[in-house]
């Protein structure tokens, strides 16, 4: 119970971290939506969607798996931007940025902890957590965060046209993944421990 438990508060933790840094940097480019609905607060229960920060999640971890899912959309208003398209792209990367910063400070108090202790292995999990949150959502495929460069890039309409086709996408790469040694698992150990080695 305790293994299934702890992977999932800190989920919650790196999970309420990227979602209030979306809602931070929406609200600092001059659109409060998010802040209007509540979004701008590490309160993880603003931020619970039930399938992707609940049943995905628990899933995963009581099969083992490295614990990943997703929250309720930050809304954001591009009208409100000065900017729209450039604007709304620093809002998506807020988060996966705040989750790299996060896994950086991690690895900063690792560096001050025994880690082979219970707190080091702690530490260690809510870094690989949040270098996961980073890793997916700065692939550019709709909806992670990473889909908004294509705004910089295309017109709306094929934007948009790609969203419709993002999820069967995201769901091939990650098969993909799945049966090619799983790549994306091994990028996130790769940067996990190049963030600990380079402070430690």
């Known amino acids: ?108 108090l690792i560096r001050f902890t025994t880690t082979s202790g219970t707190l080091g292995t702690l530490l260690f999990y809510l870094l690989e957590i949040n270098v996961t949150l980073a890793v997916f959502n700065l692939l550019p495929i709709p909806p992670l965060d990473g889909s908004k460069v294509w705004y910089l890039f295309l017109s709306y309409e094929s934007a948009y046209t790609l969203e419709r086709f993002g999820p069967l996408i995201l769901i091939a790469v990650i098969f993909f993944s799945a049966s090619s040694n799983n790549f994306l698992m091994n990028a996130i150990m790769t940067i996990s421990q190049f963030i600990v080695s380079r402070i430690s």
């Open 1 to 108: 119970m305790y293994t299934l438990i702890i992977p999932f508060l800190l989920f919650f933790v790196a999970l309420s971290i990227h979602e209030a840094s979306h809602a931070w940097a929406s609200d600092k480019l001059g659109d409060p939506t998010a802040k209007i609905e509540g979004r701008l607060t590490l309160n993880p229960l603003a931020h619970i969607d039930i399938y992707g920060t609940v049943l995905v999640p628990l899933i995963l971890a009581i099969s083992g798996a490295p614990v990943f899912g997703w929250a309720k959309p930050v809304m954001v208003n591009p009208n409100n931007f000065k900017r729209p398209s450039v604007d709304n792209f620093i809002v998506a990367l807020a988060g996966p940025v705040a989750n790299i910063l996060a896994a950086i400070l991690c690895a900063v």
